[in-house]
């Protein structure tokens, strides 16, 4: 098993930008993919990033082009790096691989402000 330890949220203002981080228990060279995932209130969980270990990256639509997802097996880390932000980008943000198979994480909480 795994657990993971997310970190670096806050309050930001509409444009602004944010890094997250990923911290897990155990080296994760053996995860193919690993993900960035957040949930808005009332809404379910979404997918947003992801890097495969060979450095392969898929970003959903309403991202792209903004957010960057960087891993670093040597430091058992995943990052977020999130720019232009938008106040729809607000959302407790988790890791997991990309099929959530982790018990998950509590989380850090993203809030961008008009």
């Known amino acids: 098993q795994v657990q993971f330890v997310e970190s670096g949220g806050g309050l930001v203002q509409s444009g602004g930008s944010l890094r997250l981080s990923c911290v897990a228990s155990r080296n994760i060279f053996s995860i193919d993919a690993m993900g960035w995932y957040r949930q808005a209130p009332g809404k379910q969980r979404e997918l947003v990033a992801t890097?495969?270990?060979?450095?392969?990256?898929n970003y959903a639509d309403s991202v792209k082009g903004r957010f960057t997802i960087i891993r670093d097996n040597a430091k058992n880390t995943v990052y977020l790096q999130m720019n232009s932000l938008k106040p729809e980008d607000t959302a407790v943000y988790y890791c997991n691989d990309i099929r959530g198979t982790y018990r998950w994480g509590q989380g850090t909480q993203v809030t961008v402000s008009s």
């Open positions: 890097r495969t270990s060979s450095g392969g990256t």
